[in-house]
């Protein structure tokens, strides 16, 4: 069973955005999944600075958006986009030594943060971005 699975109420409205969080849902689930199988050969760590990477360069679209529409509220959802990477950083970092958050702690904020940061921030941004005519 999928950690998340996608539905319409992840949907900003705005097409390039929720692909690409339906790419960073995709890669939750492909590790939750080999998780749950306990897939001797899974490389973890690769997977987690996929999804690292690719939660980069969404942040990086969706910063740019808000530079596109002038968006108001951009020095806060980048905070948040800030804040995040921070803290995904020190907890990987923590669990590449060997101390700090399991790997299944890890999977839980990566989805609990995502899912609320879609459901508020992002819905917001995508509402601004339709008021501006990006669909």
Same mark, same amino acid.
Not at 40 to 63: A, N, R
Not at 80 to 98: R, S
Not at 104 to 124: A, N
């Given at each position: 069973?999928?950690?998340?699975?996608?539905?319409?109420?992840?949907?900003?409205?705005? @097409?390039?955005?929720?692909?690409?969080? !339906?790419?960073?849902?995709?890669?939750?689930?492909?590790?939750?999944?080999?998780?749950?199988?306990?897939?001797?050969?899974?490389?973890?760590?690769?997977?987690?600075?996929?999804?690292?990477?690719?939660?980069?360069?969404?942040?990086?679209?969706?910063?740019?958006?808000?530079?596109?529409?002038?968006?108001?509220?951009?020095? !806060?959802?980048?905070?948040?986009?800030?804040?995040?990477?921070? @803290?995904?950083?020190?907890?990987?970092?923590?669990?590449?030594?060997?101390?700090?958050?399991?790997?299944?702690?890890?999977?839980?904020?990566?989805?609990?943060?995502?899912?609320?940061?879609?459901?508020?921030?992002?819905?917001?941004?995508?509402?601004?971005?339709?008021?501006?005519?990006?669909?």
């Amino acid at each position: 069973m999928p950690m998340i699975a996608w539905s319409n109420q992840f949907s900003v409205g705005v @097409q390039e955005v929720d692909k690409q969080h !339906q790419v960073l849902v995709g890669i939750l689930n492909r590790l939750s999944s080999a998780l749950d199988a306990q897939d001797k050969d899974f490389d973890s760590h690769k997977v987690i600075d996929e999804m690292v990477q690719y939660t980069v360069y969404h942040f990086g679209t969706e910063e740019h958006l808000m530079t596109q529409i002038g968006y108001a509220a951009k020095a !806060q959802h980048v905070a948040e986009h800030q804040a995040f990477v921070h @803290q995904v950083g020190e907890m990987v970092g923590q669990l590449t030594q060997g101390h700090g958050p399991s790997l299944e702690e890890l999977l839980i904020f990566l989805r609990d943060w995502l899912i609320s940061h879609i459901l508020h921030s992002d819905r917001d941004l995508g509402d601004a971005l339709n008021l501006a005519g990006v669909r």
